[in-house]
């Protein structure tokens, strides 16, 4: 089914240790995102890619690292977990922002403990 | 400060119920995005919209640019609409969304 797949669904780290979530998008999108949600507020823009071989920040990009490795997978990297970094990780993709919106995949749930 | 607020932030209702839930904005913006979460936690697009009104089903989308306000209408609701429903924005000259914390419905049998 076309889409946005991320890996894994759920993962539980100590603090210090390092993971790397996968988003592989089948829709030739261009653009690509990084979100976490945590209880009682917005998803917070995390990176972006805005085509393959860019990156930039969000507003909440520290702790994190991305790799845009091809035009349909973008990777979010947590060099040393610690516990803020429990939350739901969403990645998602856009055409053209604008007209289509974006596609989510269907979360990862990170616990840090 | 959170440029997209939406109220109410949790709604019950009697299956039936004419639903509304608003989105108000203090930026100027190109489109507005407005998607559901069910509790799975999966997210999907309900409507792209930039002026005017779009209607879906039983799901009915409204804008007022002028106003920085959209509303989205859930007619004869059901159980299965309980979910929470998101709103975000695309800033002018921006080229991601902003988010608002969601409105939490949850429609009784």
């Known amino acids: 089914n076309a889409g946005v797949t991320q890996t894994p669904k759920f993962q539980v780290l100590k603090t210090g240790q390092s993971m790397t979530l996968q988003c592989a998008q089948d829709?030739?999108?261009?653009?690509m995102y990084w979100y976490r949600q945590d209880p009682g507020m917005g998803l917070r823009l995390i990176y972006y890619?805005?085509?393959?071989?860019?990156?930039d920040k969000g507003e909440v990009p520290n702790g994190y690292n991305v790799s845009r490795l091809n035009k349909r997978e973008f990777s979010l990297r947590l060099e040393s977990a610690a516990p803020s970094q429990t939350s739901v990780y969403f990645c998602?993709?856009?055409?053209?922002?604008?007209?289509?919106?974006?596609?989510f995949g269907s979360g990862t749930r990170l616990t840090v403990v | 400060k959170n440029e997209v607020e939406q109220s109410p932030q949790n709604l019950t209702a009697q299956e039936g119920e004419f639903i509304t839930i608003n989105c108000s904005y203090s930026?100027?913006?190109?489109?507005l995005h407005w998607l559901q979460q069910h509790p799975g936690g999966g997210i999907v697009s309900l409507f792209m919209?930039?002026?005017g009104k779009k209607k879906h089903g039983r799901l009915i989308a409204t804008i007022n640019i002028q106003e920085k306000h959209s509303s989205l209408h859930i007619t004869a609701s059901h159980p299965r609409d309980s979910a929470v429903y998101i709103c975000?924005?695309?800033?002018?000259?921006?080229?991601?969304?902003?988010f608002g914390s969601g409105t939490k419905l949850n429609v009784k049998p």
């Open positions: 890619s805005a085509s393959e071989g860019t990156t």
């Open positions: 930026v100027g913006i190109s489109a």
């Open positions: 829709m030739n999108h261009n653009s």
């Open positions: 919209l930039s002026s």
């Open positions: 998602a993709s856009s055409e053209s922002d604008r007209v289509y919106g974006y596609t």
């Open positions: 975000a924005v695309l800033r002018y000259n921006f080229n991601k969304f902003y």
